[in-house]
């Protein structure tokens, strides 16, 4: 499968990259973190995040997911997805810190986030969308990357003439996903089997509906 490049990569900076793609609003901060806040926090969040191994259902299979995750919430509301519940955790006060930066950058309020642990190219998540009710319509999904660099790939979903586009998400690199980009596109952070250096994921999120 061909695949453009999502950002141009001479445009690297510490300002907003504001990407044009239909049907969507993409916005990148390559530095949203200093190198050393982000190595802080990468390091911070491996050793203390009480990770979990969770298992979903696909085709009548129950199978692990490739990854490890937590879910944090400010009104302890637990995350559904994929027939499976993950309960919720209080925040910490490294992840309100986090989470401080992000509105800064954002000017969106988010009152979860949900963290996940790749441990090396051989974890994954496939192709899907953030459209589930509890996330109301349009919603707006804040990505921090801290640790290895890993390919992030969109494909519309209706329009099959539009190629996929790819970036790679680097250490301390913010991506903010808005407008009908959940309703329109598909994403997926896909196998990398070159890559053997752990990679933390935070996407911040607004659950507006009460967990199913």
Not at 43 to 52: G, M, N, Y
Not at 98 to 115: A, C, D, M, Y
Not at 191 to 200: G, N, P, S
């Amino acid at each position: 499968m061909h695949e453009q490049s999502l950002f141009d990569q001479s445009s690297a900076s510490d300002e907003a990259i504001r990407i044009a793609i239909p049907d969507a609003e993409l916005t990148f901060f390559e530095h949203a973190f200093s190198g050393a806040e982000a190595n802080a926090h990468f390091d911070a969040l491996l050793d203390s995040t009480p990770w979990r191994s969770d298992e979903i259902r696909i085709h009548g299979k129950i199978i692990p997911i490739p990854r490890l995750q937590a879910w944090y919430c400010d009104d302890d509301r637990p995350l559904n997805y994929s027939g499976m519940q993950v309960p919720a955790l209080p925040l910490t006060n490294r992840l309100r810190l986090i989470r401080q930066r992000v509105v800064e950058l954002t000017g969106s309020t988010f009152n979860g986030v949900l963290v996940n642990c790749y441990r090396d190219g051989n974890d994954s998540v496939g192709w899907h969308s953030d459209n589930e009710p509890e996330w109301g319509p349009n919603p707006v999904i804040a990505s921090v990357s801290f640790g290895a660099a890993r390919d992030f790939v969109l494909k519309h979903s209706r329009d099959k003439t539009l190629k996929p586009v790819s970036h790679l998400l680097t250490h301390g690199s913010l991506l903010v996903m808005g407008g009908t980009v959940q309703s329109t596109w598909q994403h997926q952070l896909p196998k990398r089997k070159r890559v053997i250096e752990t990679r933390i994921n935070l996407t911040f999120r607004n659950l507006v509906q009460p967990g199913r």
